[in-house]
């Protein structure tokens, strides 16, 4: 069993910075990539950033240079540093777990979402 979890959303202004974290914990042998992604109200689910075990990292256009994927493997996290907000960040961002469970096999885990309010 396997259990993902976020942490870290919260409202801010435009312009202003959140930093969004996320563990993975249970019957881990190996995790392989690491993601956040964000589903605003009336839209798909969509990838913002990846990165690899190895550290290669992945961004959708409109966050780059703005948001910042990191992860410490020996603690099983992955951060999102997010900077200059803009209103269009807004949605419920996502955590996802490329997992190599031994009994399993390998498949992706989800957190349960974290919101993300950018307002003035």
């Known amino acids: 069993q396997v259990e993902v979890v976020e942490s870290g959303g919260g409202s801010v202004q435009p312009g202003g910075s959140l930093r969004l974290s996320c563990v993975a914990s249970?019957?881990?042998?190996?995790?392989?990539?690491m993601g956040w992604y964000r589903q605003a109200p009336g839209k798909q689910r969509e990838l913002v950033a990846s990165i690899s075990a190895f550290g290669t990292t992945n961004y959708e256009d409109s966050v780059k240079g703005r948001f910042t994927i990191s992860r410490d493997n020996a603690k099983n996290t992955v951060h999102l540093e997010m900077n200059s907000l803009k209103v269009e960040d807004t949605a419920v961002y996502y955590c996802?777990?490329?997992?190599?469970?031994?009994?399993?096999?390998?498949?992706?885990?989800w957190g349960q979402g974290t919101q993300v309010t950018v307002s003035s």
């Open positions: 249970g019957d881990i042998y190996k995790i392989n990539d």
């Open positions: 996802n777990a490329d997992v190599w469970v031994v009994a399993d096999g390998v498949r992706g885990y």
